[in-house]
């Protein structure tokens, strides 16, 4: 899996800009969660109106002076990137650790919820669900957060793509609970027409409803292979492709250790995948095991085709007790593309 794609643009007036992308599982991307929006002037942009000095003749043309121009160094950015790069690639990308309880590895499925202006901008109100992912039968939750005084709303489901209405309920509390159907698409909008005591307003929120096409269906024994605790995990693929399966490894006291994933072909019928955890990343942490956070992702087999999703019945799975011991201390050794990248952004950081 790349890790790091890195595009530098040299431009020789203004310097060296670099823009760099990190792939990690992702988050769900924040959704407006209203029908208005404010927007605010860029504060990178103004408008520049010189003043004509009265000295100036009526049909001489106005130059404004140029600003100086200052020359900055790119390189102690570029060397912090390279060494930050250096240090992920300590540790293959089957097998990333988990800094804190705040990563995006252990939030791969919430709602970001922004609340927005309501009622002429006296206040603010947000539609929040549950999760951003959905797979049928589950219910959608969501609730209202304001602190407007609320009577009632019509609360309905929206096709996207078809801008079709699906269902529609009339709610007098600020919690909800919707009931999806078996034909309903992918994109979907909860559009809530709200009554309060000081007018009417409305917010939206955008989510997905998938239906399953692979499922957890347990976990065989762990063992070890040289460097790498192994973890077979048994599915039941609907759909045979491509697979990509990420889960997170904890401690048995729900402490986070790694990220792992494993991306492979898939048959139907009921498969083994193993996820792979190396030793490095799991050193000081004891020797009792789970798994948590199980995403199973049926990947694009070609363009337009979209992603589909697995459901893992249980919230964890014990792995038991395994001694990291036990596993070879052999370090991690970048790939050849790796090796390109670091060495392209070490020479980068020297010539800036």
Do not use: C
Request: charged share 20%; glycine share 4%.
């Amino acid at each position: 899996m790349t890790r790091l794609l890195l595009a530098v643009t040299l431009v020789v007036s203004i310097g060296i800009t670099a823009y760099l992308w990190l792939d990690t599982p992702g988050a769900p991307p924040t959704k407006m969660t209203a029908e208005q929006s404010i927007q605010q002037p860029s504060p990178d942009v103004a408008e520049y109106e010189p003043s004509t000095p009265a000295s100036t003749p009526r049909n001489a043309q106005y130059r404004p002076e140029e600003p100086d121009i200052v020359q900055t160094s790119m390189a102690p950015t570029l060397s912090y990137i390279a060494a930050d790069y250096a240090e992920q690639i300590q540790h293959p990308s089957y097998s990333i650790p988990i800094p804190s309880k705040q990563s995006p590895y252990l939030h791969w499925n919430r709602y970001v919820s922004t609340p927005m202006p309501i009622l002429d901008g006296s206040v603010k109100a947000a539609l929040k669900l549950n999760q951003y992912r959905y797979f049928y039968p589950e219910n959608i939750q969501a609730s209202l957060i304001t602190p407007a005084s609320f009577n009632h709303a019509t609360v309905s489901v929206i096709d996207v793509e078809a801008n079709r209405e699906l269902t529609r309920l009339n709610v007098t509390e600020t919690q909800w609970n919707i009931e999806p159907k078996a034909d309903w698409p992918i994109e979907l909008r909860l559009k809530a027409a709200l009554n309060f005591d000081g007018g009417d307003d409305v917010l939206t929120a955008d989510f997905r409803l998938y239906q399953p096409i692979a499922e957890v269906k347990g976990v065989k024994p762990v063992f070890g292979r040289g460097p790498d605790m192994v973890i077979p995990l048994v599915l039941d693929i609907e759909k045979s492709g491509i697979y990509r399966v990420r889960a997170n490894l904890f401690t048995a006291d729900d402490q986070p250790v790694a990220a792992l994933t494993s991306k492979t072909r898939l048959s139907e019928g009921e498969q083994t995948l193993a996820l792979r955890a190396f030793k490095a990343a799991m050193r000081g942490y004891g020797d009792e095991w789970q798994l948590k956070d199980v995403v199973i992702e049926r990947m694009s087999g070609y363009p337009g085709e979209r992603a589909q999703f697995g459901i893992s019945p249980q919230d964890y799975y014990s792995l038991g007790t395994f001694d990291t011991g036990q596993l070879s201390d052999e370090p991690y050794q970048m790939n050849e593309q790796e090796r390109m990248q670091l060495e392209f952004l070490q020479r980068a950081a020297q010539q800036s």
